[in-house]
């Protein structure tokens, strides 16, 4: 079956330190999203790709990276973690679809991350 | 721009009560909209869809129906249990671009 996977499911990092939060799915979509969820905010888009070698930021995308070298992997990076980046994490990717058609999102199961 | 309210606070109801968690939108177009579902330490799972105005969507005893009158999307269940005890999200697709918006989400707890 197809699935999207996120890694590790938990991680504690140093402020200062790199951090990369892996996202791997087999269903083929086109477009990748990564959102952070804080109490109180909900759901904050991140970055986002739409194919390979196509990256965007959202709207809290300061602080993080992406890169789509293929279909299946998004990978997220921190490049330097700081404590107000203490936050769950999910991946998210979806098939391309024509203007007013859309089919949702399959997410991930989450990365929570702990910056100490 | 597009966008989704959703009522403010956490929802706290008995079991077998009837739940309503209202959510309106602001689009152009014709948007879709969702509902999805987050049980905790888990991701958010679609939880029903309308694609187009009068469309009823429906799962696990779940309604909601597109309004565009009143540009709403408001979550039904009529007798709820104590599983469905999650937080819940509006959604709405933004035209042209492969992305959805969501609300900040519902808490909802169910008591026995």
């Known amino acids: 079956d197809a699935e999207i996977t996120q890694s590790p499911r938990h991680k504690i990092t140093e402020t200062g330190r790199q951090v990369t939060l892996a996202c791997h799915q087999t269903w083929n979509h086109n477009n990748m999203f990564w959102y952070r969820q804080d109490l109180g905010h909900g759901l904050r888009l991140i970055h986002y790709?739409?194919?390979?070698?196509?990256?965007n930021k959202g709207e809290v995308s300061d602080g993080y990276s992406v890169s789509r070298s293929n279909t299946e992997d998004l990978p997220l990076t921190l490049e330097s973690a700081a404590s107000s980046q203490t936050s769950v994490y999910f991946c998210?990717?979806?098939?391309?679809?024509?203007?007013?058609?859309?089919?949702?999102?399959?997410f991930g199961s989450g990365t929570r991350l702990t910056v100490v | 721009g597009n966008s989704v309210t959703q009522m403010e606070g956490p929802v706290t109801l008995s079991e077998e009560a009837f739940l309503t968690i209202n959510c309106t939108y602001t689009?152009?177009?014709?948007?879709?909209l969702f509902w999805y579902v987050q049980y905790p330490g888990e991701g958010l799972q679609l939880l029903l869809k309308?694609?187009?105005?009068?469309d009823k969507g429906s799962n696990k005893g779940f309604e909601a129906t597109y309004r565009k009158e009143t540009t709403s999307f408001h979550l039904e269940k009529g007798s709820v249990q104590v599983s469905d005890s999650a937080v819940y999200f509006c959604a709405l697709s933004l035209y042209g671009n492969n992305r959805l918006a969501f609300g900040k989400g519902n808490q909802v707890v169910v008591i026995p």
């Open positions: 689009a152009t177009g014709y948007p879709s």
């Open positions: 998210a990717s979806s098939e391309s679809t024509e203007p007013g058609q859309h089919y949702g999102y399959t």
């Open positions: 790709s739409y194919g390979v070698h196509d990256t």
């Open positions: 309308a694609t187009k105005a009068d």
